[in-house]
Protein backbone atom coordinates (compact mmCIF):
# COMPACT_ATOMS: atom_id res chain seq x y z
CA UNK A 1 0.00 0.00 0.00
CA UNK A 2 1.38 3.38 -0.91
CA UNK A 3 1.89 5.78 1.96
CA UNK A 4 -0.03 9.41 1.61
CA UNK A 5 2.84 10.75 0.59
CA UNK A 6 3.80 8.87 -2.45
CA UNK A 7 2.20 11.18 -5.02
CA UNK A 8 2.47 14.85 -3.29
CA UNK A 9 4.50 17.25 -5.38
CA UNK A 10 6.83 19.00 -4.37
CA UNK A 11 4.93 22.05 -3.89
CA UNK A 12 2.30 20.27 -1.91
CA UNK A 13 5.51 18.90 0.51
CA UNK A 14 7.11 22.51 0.80
CA UNK A 15 4.03 24.12 1.99
CA UNK A 16 3.37 21.15 4.18
CA UNK A 17 6.60 21.96 6.35
CA UNK A 18 5.61 26.23 6.31
CA UNK A 19 3.71 27.53 8.80
CA UNK A 20 2.37 30.79 8.08
CA UNK A 21 1.73 33.52 10.84
CA UNK A 22 0.99 37.51 10.35
CA UNK A 23 4.08 38.05 9.79
CA UNK A 24 7.16 35.21 9.04
CA UNK A 25 6.60 31.50 6.98
CA UNK A 26 8.14 29.32 9.56
CA UNK A 27 9.90 26.08 8.02
CA UNK A 28 9.29 23.22 10.43
CA UNK A 29 11.14 21.06 8.21
CA UNK A 30 14.90 19.78 8.73
CA UNK A 31 17.31 22.50 8.82
CA UNK A 32 20.90 23.43 7.73
CA UNK A 33 23.64 25.29 10.39
CA UNK A 34 22.48 28.29 11.33
CA UNK A 35 18.83 27.54 11.07
CA UNK A 36 18.24 27.66 7.92
CA UNK A 37 15.73 25.92 6.32
CA UNK A 38 16.30 22.53 4.18
CA UNK A 39 14.32 21.26 1.79
CA UNK A 40 14.82 18.20 -0.83
CA UNK A 41 14.06 19.26 -4.42
CA UNK A 42 14.09 16.09 -5.79
CA UNK A 43 17.56 16.23 -6.43
CA UNK A 44 19.66 17.71 -3.85
CA UNK A 45 18.85 19.91 -0.26
CA UNK A 46 18.08 23.35 -1.11
CA UNK A 47 17.88 26.50 1.16
CA UNK A 48 14.19 26.55 2.16
CA UNK A 49 13.98 30.10 1.47
CA UNK A 50 15.35 30.24 -2.28
CA UNK A 51 13.24 27.43 -2.52
CA UNK A 52 10.15 30.33 -1.56
CA UNK A 53 11.75 32.79 -3.71
CA UNK A 54 12.35 30.91 -6.59
CA UNK A 55 8.59 29.19 -6.00
CA UNK A 56 7.18 33.22 -6.38
CA UNK A 57 9.32 34.84 -8.06
CA UNK A 58 10.95 32.41 -10.53
CA UNK A 59 15.05 31.47 -11.05
CA UNK A 60 17.42 33.30 -8.64
CA UNK A 61 19.90 34.57 -11.37
CA UNK A 62 23.88 33.10 -10.60
CA UNK A 63 25.72 35.24 -8.28
CA UNK A 64 22.95 36.46 -6.17
CA UNK A 65 22.11 35.42 -2.50
CA UNK A 66 18.14 35.44 -1.49
CA UNK A 67 18.60 37.53 2.10
CA UNK A 68 16.06 38.28 4.56
CA UNK A 69 14.58 41.66 5.63
CA UNK A 70 13.28 40.19 8.71
CA UNK A 71 16.71 38.23 9.61
CA UNK A 72 14.92 35.25 10.52
CA UNK A 73 17.21 32.07 9.05
CA UNK A 74 13.81 29.86 9.02
CA UNK A 75 11.28 32.27 7.60
CA UNK A 76 10.31 31.55 3.79
CA UNK A 77 7.72 34.70 3.74
CA UNK A 78 8.17 35.92 -0.24
CA UNK A 79 7.26 39.23 0.88
CA UNK A 80 10.14 39.08 3.78
CA UNK A 81 13.19 38.07 1.17
CA UNK A 82 15.18 40.22 -1.45
CA UNK A 83 18.13 39.69 -3.85
CA UNK A 84 21.84 40.78 -3.58
CA UNK A 85 24.79 40.48 -3.76
CA UNK A 86 27.44 38.79 -1.19
CA UNK A 87 28.81 42.49 -0.82
CA UNK A 88 25.05 43.99 -0.14
CA UNK A 89 24.66 40.93 2.21
CA UNK A 90 27.12 41.58 4.76
CA UNK A 91 26.22 45.49 4.15
CA UNK A 92 22.79 44.38 5.65
CA UNK A 93 24.56 42.45 8.03
CA UNK A 94 26.86 45.24 9.49
CA UNK A 95 23.67 47.86 8.92
CA UNK A 96 21.91 45.84 11.42
CA UNK A 97 24.46 45.52 13.53
CA UNK A 98 24.53 41.55 13.14
CA UNK A 99 28.64 41.77 12.69
CA UNK A 100 30.82 40.81 15.07
CA UNK A 101 33.46 42.99 13.46
CA UNK A 102 31.02 46.30 14.86
CA UNK A 103 29.91 44.81 18.40
CA UNK A 104 30.05 46.93 21.03
CA UNK A 105 31.16 47.18 24.38
CA UNK A 106 32.57 43.82 26.19
CA UNK A 107 31.18 42.01 23.27
CA UNK A 108 33.59 43.40 20.81
CA UNK A 109 36.31 40.66 20.34
CA UNK A 110 38.93 43.87 20.53
CA UNK A 111 37.30 45.02 23.78
CA UNK A 112 40.13 45.98 26.94
CA UNK A 113 38.04 47.11 29.33
CA UNK A 114 35.27 45.57 30.78
CA UNK A 115 31.61 47.76 31.13
CA UNK A 116 32.71 47.71 35.47
CA UNK A 117 35.97 49.02 34.84
CA UNK A 118 34.76 51.69 32.76
CA UNK A 119 32.51 52.23 35.79
Same mark, same amino acid.
Given at each position: ??NQ??????D???W?????T $?????? @??????? =??? +????????????????????????DG??????? $?????? @??????? =??? +??????????G????????E??R?????????R
Amino acid at each position: MANQYTHRTLDQRFWDKVEKT $DDCWNW @NGARFNH =GYG +QFWNGRRPVVAHRYSWELHNGTIPDGLHCLHVC $DQPSCV @NPSHLFL =GTH +QDNMTDMVNKGRSRSVSVGEANRHAKLTEGAVR
